[in-house]
Nanobody
Framework: QVQLVESGGGLVQAGGSLRLSCAAS????????MGWFRQAPGKERRFVSQ????????YYADSVEGRFTISRDNAKNTVYLQMNSLKPEDTGVYFC????????????????????WGQGTQVTVSS
């Protein structure tokens, strides 16, 4: 079992920045690839970014590429999402998720690809 707790959300003006954190506990954090998803009101939860278990490989949705940066600190059991140049369409609840990584990382963009989820943190970007 892996427990995930997100933090760092809030209200920010368009063009601003936020840094989300996701603290993990339970199993060996460095065995898991981590993902960030977001869910806007009335919409499906969508992939934002993924990082492999060592932190050396990252993936991004086209909508956030060049503005968001995912990173992790395995010594602190934490994954981060630095969000810059925020837009109103970035508004939503942001969730971190974990999936065990066996061997090389595989791009996983579906909610069904991840086994463990946090409760989410709200990000609101005003225009």
């Amino acid at each position: 079992q892996v427990q995930l707790v997100e933090s760092g959300g809030g209200l920010v003006q368009a063009g601003g920045s936020l840094r989300l954190s996701c603290a993990a506990s339970g199993r060996t954090f460095s065995n898991y690839a981590m993902g960030w998803f977001r869910q806007a009101p009335g919409k499906e939860r969508r992939f934002v970014s993924q990082i492999n278990k060592s932190g050396g490989t990252t993936y991004y949705a086209d909508s956030v590429e060049g503005r968001f940066t995912i990173s992790r600190d395995n010594a602190k059991n934490t994954v981060y999402l630095q969000m810059n140049s925020l837009k109103p369409e970035d508004t939503g609840v942001y969730f971190c998720a974990a999936r065990q990584q066996w061997g090389s990382v595989v791009l996983a963009t579906s909610v069904n690809d991840y086994y463990y989820w946090g409760q989410g943190t709200q990000v609101t970007v005003s225009s």
